[in-house]
């Protein structure tokens, strides 16, 4: 007996046979590649007990968005229904009956939402938006039925069913608890635990209030030796950030270096530009060039990346690929082109996990000459959306070595805009209030929206406009995008900027939500003046982006040229890990929302991961990956997300100094397209981008998760002149 539980908490029986191995999609449900995973989003539709024929399938397909997801404003994922049925009985060989009606309910049966009316074959219905759900099928007695009362002909169960509440990981804490027992005693699982780096090195992250976990996991230390990084006397305290309005051919003189903070009723030591925090937010006019003079004062050589911008290769800031890194104590000159207007940013592009984290990061905002570019706003605020990771008012010490989070990411357990826990604002009523929002985190994706009286039109993101405005009730942000929205205020008083998304309690098989107040705005009650409504209720259509596109849709249909895997290799993960994984798989959400399991997360550092970007061709990997283009060339590519990893998640994939088309998620096509240079790929989603070749040089093309690119996600390719 003590075998076979042993056998089974390694990860030999629970969840699945194998490490990473999903339930096999029915023929039903067969995978195909241009569609998202048919495990996790293609529902098999089987027979009630007393119905002997009918048959289909419920694939959940994601609505059109401007976002890389579709979530509402509490955070529950959309979903349409593309409904495949065969060989339905006729509905009066079933009773008084005319028709048959497709529901969608939660396990518990109540509410019940009705999707509409279905027949042998393919029919498209919606919207879905519960965490675990139950597609039913009925024969009704009219069409006009508002709850389902008839009998019941096809059912089945979406993938989120699957989870269930366990105790394993208490039993796998007991285990971990042998490790203190007497001589003699039966040692635990045959696996050794990570020992703290040095005595007293590593803060344990909090557990998440809402998550039982075993105290036990808590004696886990990742494998790595801990850092922060260590005022001297004339360390200074760290000012707000400046404006800094630059002409072209003018300079900057940017220093990296240690800063303190007063945060949480504590003073710590964390990193800066110029002594800022955020780092200066840099202003310059579209098709400028700046010279910038870094100098490294941080403890690791690293270099500066110059996040969206289509530059000259030779200052992207690539450490390795366009730079040697910049060494503690050397300088850097950067010549910083600005091609397109819009929102950009700058930050570390080595042990990023660090260094962006502790604070290196500042927002670039280039100013269009097209003094129409925007519709008229009263003000302005330039948001940069981040996280930290605390413990009794310090920070939790990152890998020296290598990244700590090496699976999930660093998620913080306080959320800061422009590097404060609230953000806050003053405006009068009837103000139109332009947004400029930059997720800089290391893997959180935000779920922003407006709590009070306010109203939200999107109208850009990482390089430009969208083709057309659009009214949107939230903003899906992951790392490294950004979304420029107006909004206006129409009543006094207070309307709080909220981040709401359903997270996971896997011990418990639960969704629960988080809720976080990022800012408070203050309406007061005087009038706007000017006063710009007329133009803010009307949604522009931008003709010019309309006809910059247009050069390319042509190319929107044919076959894809190149094809990107994401997946992930794990060595040696400290025991329980692997278990706990294995029995998590079962199901994967498409974006982990939190950190739920903070725990668990530090403690795999990247000597235990290794994240892919895998040529579906070649089956090359990351830095071996070659792909070369000429300069003009349009290349269609295809990202998909493998939900078999052992841990899949969401990434946010990012390429240096080009720009793309979003052209479908799923096989939906996008019908609102904006040049992007980050796009979100969730679990088991599949994106087709049409990337336009338009700057020589080197460039990689990784995952924006800090600790994912710090864990090899990342590749290189080349475009000859």
Request: hydrophobic residues 40%; charged residues 20%; aromatic residues 8%.
């Amino acid at each position: 007996m003590r075998v076979l539980l042993l056998l089974m908490l390694s990860g030999g029986l629970v969840g699945h046979a194998q490490v990473g191995q999903t339930p096999a999609p029915s023929a039903a449900c067969a995978p195909d590649r241009a569609f998202p995973d048919a495990d996790l989003y293609c529902i098999e539709l089987l027979p009630a007990v007393d119905i002997d024929r009918g048959s289909g399938t419920a694939r959940l397909v994601q609505p059109s968005s401007p976002f890389g997801i579709s979530v509402s404003p509490s955070g529950h994922t959309r979903y349409t229904v593309v409904f495949t049925l065969r060989d339905l009985p006729n509905p009066d060989s079933l009773g008084p009956y005319t028709t048959f009606v497709a529901w969608a309910t939660p396990p518990q049966l109540r509410p019940v939402t009705k999707l509409g009316v279905v027949t042998d074959g393919t029919s498209r219905l919606g919207v879905v938006d519960y965490d675990r759900f139950l597609i039913l099928i009925t024969a009704e007695r009219s069409a006009a039925a508002t709850e389902p009362s008839g009998r019941m002909v096809l059912r089945g169960t979406s993938a989120s069913v699957r989870m269930q509440p366990h105790d394993i990981g208490f039993l796998l804490g007991a285990l971990i608890e042998q490790k203190d027992a007497p001589p003699g005693a039966e040692p635990h699982a045959g696996h050794d635990l990570h020992a703290p780096a040095s005595p007293g090195g590593w803060t344990p992250p909090p557990m998440h209030a809402e998550v039982s976990m075993p105290p036990a996991f808590m004696t886990l230390r990742p494998d790595v030796s801990s850092y922060l990084p260590r005022a001297a006397d004339d360390t200074p305290l760290a000012r707000p950030r400046e404006l800094v309005r630059l002409k072209d051919g003018e300079q900057l003189a940017l220093v990296a270096g240690p800063v303190r903070r007063v945060l949480f009723g504590r003073t710590i030591t964390m990193l800066g530009f110029n002594g800022q925090y955020p780092g200066p937010l840099i202003e310059v006019d579209e098709g400028s060039t700046i010279i910038v003079q870094f100098t490294n004062r941080t403890d690791f050589p690293t270099a500066v990346h110059w996040h969206g911008l289509r530059l000259d290769n030779r200052f992207d800031g690539a450490p390795h690929v366009t730079q040697d890194p910049v060494a503690p104590g050397a300088s850097f000159e950067y010549r910083v082109f600005f091609r397109d207007a819009g929102i950009y940013w700058y930050h570390p592009h080595h042990r990023e996990d660090v260094l962006q984290d502790l604070g290196l990061y500042g927002n670039l905002l280039v100013r269009s000459r097209d003094p129409g570019f925007f519709a008229p706003a009263n003000r302005e605020e330039i948001l940069m959306l981040d996280d930290l990771l605390v413990a009794d008012g310090h920070l939790v010490e990152y890998g020296l070595e290598a990244p700590t989070h090496a699976l999930m990411g660093r998620f913080g357990n306080a959320l800061l805009v422009n590097g404060e826990p609230q953000w806050q604002s003053r405006v009068r009523r009837g103000e139109i209030v332009r947004l400029f929002l930059t997720n800089v985190s290391s893997t959180r994706v935000f779920n922003l929206s407006f709590e009070g009286a306010a109203r939200m039109k999107l109208v850009a993101s990482d390089l430009g406009r969208y083709e057309r405005e659009a009214w949107v009730d939230n903003v899906t942000i992951a790392p490294a995008e950004r979304y420029i929205v107006d909004v206006r205020f129409p009543e006094a008083g207070e309307v709080s900027l909220v981040n709401r998304v359903r997270a996971i309690d896997h011990m418990m098989a639960r969704f629960f939500e988080e809720r976080h107040v990022l800012g408070v705005v203050t309406v007061s009650p005087e009038r706007a003046s000017p006063d710009h409504r007329t133009t803010f209720d009307v949604l522009r259509t931008n003709e010019a982006v309309t006809a910059d596109i247009d050069r390319y849709r042509a190319q929107f249909t044919r076959p894809v040229d190149r094809e990107l895997v994401v997946t992930l290799e794990t060595t040696d993960l400290p025991f329980p890990l692997r278990p706990l994984l294995n029995l998590e798989s079962v199901y994967r959400h498409p974006v982990e929302w939190a950190g739920t399991m903070p725990e668990m997360d530090w403690i795999v550092s990247g000597r235990n991961a290794r994240w892919i970007l895998r040529d579906g061709t070649t089956r090359r990997e990351n830095m071996d990956i070659d792909w070369r283009f000429r300069l003009g060339e349009v290349v269609k590519i295809r990202l998909v997300n493998d939900r078999n990893a052992l841990h899949a998640m969401q990434h946010p994939i990012h390429i240096h100094g080009q720009r793309f088309l979003v052209l479908s998620v799923n096989g939906v096509p996008n019908d609102n397209l904006v040049w992007k240079d980050t796009v979100l790929l969730p679990t088991g989603f599949v994106a087709d981008v049409l990337l336009e070749i338009s700057n020589p040089g080197k460039w990689m093309l990784h995952c924006h998760v800090a600790e994912h690119i710090e864990a090899g996600m990342r590749m290189v390719f080349e475009v000859e002149p």
